[in-house]
């Protein structure tokens, strides 16, 4: 993860907006480890995340999620396990 105190932080709910998701979906996507999203700083009771980490997430790992969202089937490494 990138450096916290020198790196731009977007709110959850902004970065949901830009993600074209809803907050519960971004919750989702925190809940899931295997999504390999960027942990959430918490401040004073909100999530802040690391604009750095979520581009280098888009690129990873967005791909495979929106295919999912859009019907598509989600890859094993992706799947939630039980």
Do not use: H, K
């Given at each position: 993860?990138?450096?916290?105190?020198?790196?731009?932080?977007?709110?959850?709910?902004?970065?949901?907006?830009?993600?074209?998701?809803?907050?519960?979906?971004?919750?989702?996507?925190?809940?899931?480890p295997?999504?390999g999203?960027?942990?959430a700083?918490n401040?004073?009771?909100?999530k802040?995340?690391?604009?750095?980490?979520?581009?280098a997430?888009k690129?990873?790992?967005?791909?495979?999620?929106?295919?999912?969202?859009?019907?598509?089937e989600?890859?094993?490494?992706?799947r939630?396990s039980?």
């Open positions: 993860m990138s450096d916290i105190a020198t790196d731009t932080l977007i709110p959850a709910p902004r970065l949901a907006q830009q993600l074209g998701v809803t907050r519960r979906t971004l919750a989702r996507w925190i809940e899931n295997a999504l999203f960027p942990e700083a401040i004073n009771g909100r802040y995340f690391s604009c750095a980490a979520i581009e997430w690129i990873t790992d967005f791909a495979a999620v929106r295919q999912r969202r859009d019907g598509r989600m890859p094993d490494r992706l939630r039980g």
